[in-house]
């Protein structure tokens, strides 16, 4: 994609600080990182989002690798791996990515999603099953 940042930096067209690469994957720092270690991990091949990723199991297993490089390098106490598709989820790239952001005691990151109790669990639960 021409105009896509991530693959602009895939085609070395823009710089970043690129942590692994193999064939098929990419994985770079986060230039605004929550943290220190924030890195993208991306496929080569350019999709939008998670609904375009069926056929990228690999995604799986770089995903692991770099969570454990990261977690290693810098002793992370935790890490969080988030992924947003569609801008009301807070995609700004629209490019698929996975963030690798390490935790820290006292990092003050906060993952706020508000919960409320469940209701109408199967209603729900059986609507999801019959679109498979
Ligand atoms: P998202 O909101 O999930 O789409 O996240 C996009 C992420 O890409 C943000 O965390 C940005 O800081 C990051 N980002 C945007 N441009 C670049 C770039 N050129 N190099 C590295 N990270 C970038
Ligand atoms: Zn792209």
Redesign the pocket.
Known sequence: MSNC??C??IDGE????KVYEDEKVLA???????SKG?T?VIPKGHVENIYEASEMDYMWDALVEVSDAVKTAFDAEGLNI???NGEVA?????HL?F?ITPRYTGDEIEVDYKREELEKGEEIASKIREVF
């Open positions: 940042i991530f602009k930096i823009i710089p970043a600080h770079f720092l986060d230039v605004n990182p929550s924030h993208l988030s992924q947003n807070g995609q700004e790239v629209f990515h963030h």
